[in-house]
């Protein structure tokens, strides 16, 4: 990938960090514009759900894992067609409708992962002591 990436003179534009502690990688997410998950399989992408949580827009492959957490077929493309990739990825900069949508689809779908303790434990409590019906 790094040959890759001289050759198509982006070397200064790609970085190849390798493993990263939470810290130095949540500075990553932070500092990004786009989470990119391009992959032909997954099973449930933690990468893809950290860059969510961190509130990074994501698009990805229309595959299996990837599928499941996004949902929306603005958020994925086909992962063998480069040019829907690199359209995708266009639109999302250029495009500020585009741009907006995405960000809201992913906030819309960050908002699902987040699981609320104090409502769930509200939940059984009442269910427990005060006989409410599921």
Request: some cysteine; proline content about 4%.
């Amino acid at each position: 990938m790094r040959e890759l990436a001289k050759t198509l003179k982006v070397s200064n534009q790609v970085l190849f960090p390798g493993w990263l502690e939470k810290q130095e990688l949540w500075k990553i997410y932070l500092a990004s514009d786009l989470f990119i998950m391009p992959s032909l399989d997954e099973g449930m992408p933690n990468a893809m759900l950290e860059a969510l949580g961190a509130g990074l827009p994501c698009v990805g492959s229309n595959i299996g894992g990837i599928k499941d957490i996004l949902q929306y077929k603005e958020l994925m493309f086909v992962p063998q067609d480069e040019k829907a990739l690199t359209n995708k990825i266009q639109q999302f900069f250029t495009e500020k409708q585009f741009f907006d949508k995405v960000k809201k689809l992913c906030q819309e779908r960050k908002d699902a992962f987040v699981f609320d303790w104090k409502g769930r434990v509200f939940e059984m409590i009442t269910r427990t002591h005060i006989g409410v019906p599921k």
